[in-house]
């Protein structure tokens, strides 16, 4: 049925899925980033070097990325509300198992793990959204789950510091993720996988763009089809490095910005908490302001502004290696920048537009796979050269910015 016939009581279960997403999704990451707020007191008593924190880091990052390529495709074929709510359940566990690390390695193999069973709350909801939102509106929808993404780094950097301030580090990886497991079953029970599932049509799409993709056959569906189908498309294979090098940044600066405050800028743990504080801020208010400008000014079109967030990111990261660490104003100003400008960029929308229906989970599970390999591999990286090189804490942003320059030739070259 065309978009604009369909009844009201689609339009009100497109935004129950959605909200209902956006609700769980805010308390998601006091289950999966909790280690970065925490990782100075965790540093401290663990006794671990900086190559340490990245390895555990990585582990998480790494896991993520490997769920991201199961879980995907497995919630296409076994059920997408489920998948989510397992994704939950299991976060919960793990981030137990985690709190109980006496080492390096008793911390970082639960850890791991934590990223691979929480992935799954990711691409199936997507796909999910997908489900139900065409493309004309897609941007204006996946905004709202960016500024949720960024509001559940705000909740998770004052909720994870608060209780680790309060009880011990310990004490954040075991009671706010016990909220994501009550909000994770409650969202089996509030959304459905698709509008057929609940008696009502399902739109057709127009925008020839995402009409492709979902014109593919039910043979080339099967098994490993999709991942054959998305992994030989120039232009998705394209938007998935640029997503990888995205994440070289926006995770980059969440991993190191508190070290690097708390060490270079001999600042509190409480002025360091402050400043990158307004790094998620700034992820919470960007992406409903460029969704609405993709869809409603530009025609749905998403490389503008993905073009946009490169140079301004890289021109804030600029910034940040060059000004002084002790001046915790100034600090605050390029977190909040650096923030808004690396959340205007509407990446993860373009894997599902590129993808279709059909193949949304798999699409945006392979693309968050490469933007978590990527973060994984800067975790590593970095702290080999902090280690091994007298902390050249400015190379370290340097080189983000030369990512975000990079990326900006390359989705250059991807029309969507």
């Given amino acids: 049925m ?42 401290d008593d663990l006794q671990l070097t900086n190559i340490e924190i990245g390895v555990i880091n990585a582990m998480l990052l790494w896991g993520f990325a490997l769920g991201d390529l199961v879980h995907g495709r497995m919630s296409e074929a076994y059920g997408l509300r489920l998948w989510v709510t397992l994704g939950a359940v299991f976060t919960t566990v793990f981030n137990w198992a985690a709190s109980f690390g006496t080492s390096a390695v008793g911390f970082a193999i639960p850890w791991g793990l934590a990223g691979f069973v929480n992935a799954a709350c990711w691409s199936p909801a997507i796909s999910m959204i997908s489900q139900w939102w ?90 490993l089809g999709p991942y054959k189908l998305l992994l030989t498309n120039s232009r998705f ?9 995205e994440n070289v940044a926006r995770y980059g600066l969440t991993t190191w910005v508190p070290l690097y405050y708390f060490e270079a800028g001999g600042l509190e743990i409480t002025q360091t908490v402050l400043i990158t504080f307004l790094l998620p801020l ?40 060059i000004a002084p660490p002790s001046n915790a104003w100034l600090g605050a100003a390029l977190m909040l920048w650096g923030g808004i400008s690396m959340g205007v ?12 229906r059909k193949m949304a989970g798999t699409g945006a599970g392979v693309l968050d796979a490469h933007g978590y390999l990527y973060a994984g591999a800067q975790a590593l ?36």
């Fill in 345 to 356: 960029s509407l990446i993860s929308t373009i894997s599902v537009d590129l993808s279709g």
């Fill in 2 to 43: 065309a978009y604009d016939d369909l009844p009201r009581r689609y339009h009100r279960w497109k935004w129950q899925v959605l909200i209902s997403f956006c609700a769980f999704y805010l308390f998601v990451y006091t289950g999966r980033f909790n280690f970065w707020p925490t990782s100075p007191l965790i540093k």
């Fill in 381 to 416: 990286i970095f702290s080999v050269l902090l280690d091994m090189t007298g902390s050249p804490w400015p190379i370290v942003f340097l080189v983000m910015a030369a990512t975000r320059l990079i990326s900006a030739g390359m989705i250059s070259r991807v029309r969507v």
């Fill in 134 to 223: 065409p493309r004309r509106e897609r941007g204006i929808a996946m905004g709202f789950v960016g500024t949720i993404s960024g509001g559940s780094m705000l909740l998770m950097w004052w909720l994870s510091s608060w209780v680790a301030a309060e009880w011990g580090w310990r004490a954040a990886f075991r009671y706010p993720p016990l909220i994501i497991l009550v909000l994770g079953v409650a969202f089996y029970f509030l959304t459905r996988d698709r509008p057929r599932d609940v008696g009502l049509p399902e739109y057709v799409e127009e925008d020839q763009i995402s009409a492709a993709p979902e014109s593919v056959s039910e043979e080339e569906l099967r098994g």
């Fill in 237 to 245: 294979q394209l938007a998935c490095h640029v997503k990888g090098l």
């Fill in 282 to 321: 700034g992820y919470l208010i960007a992406p409903p302001m460029s969704g609405f400008i993709s869809d409603k000014l530009l025609g749905s079109r998403r490389r503008p502004l993905v073009l946009a967030s490169c140079f301004f990111s890289a021109a804030a990261l600029v910034a940040i290696a």
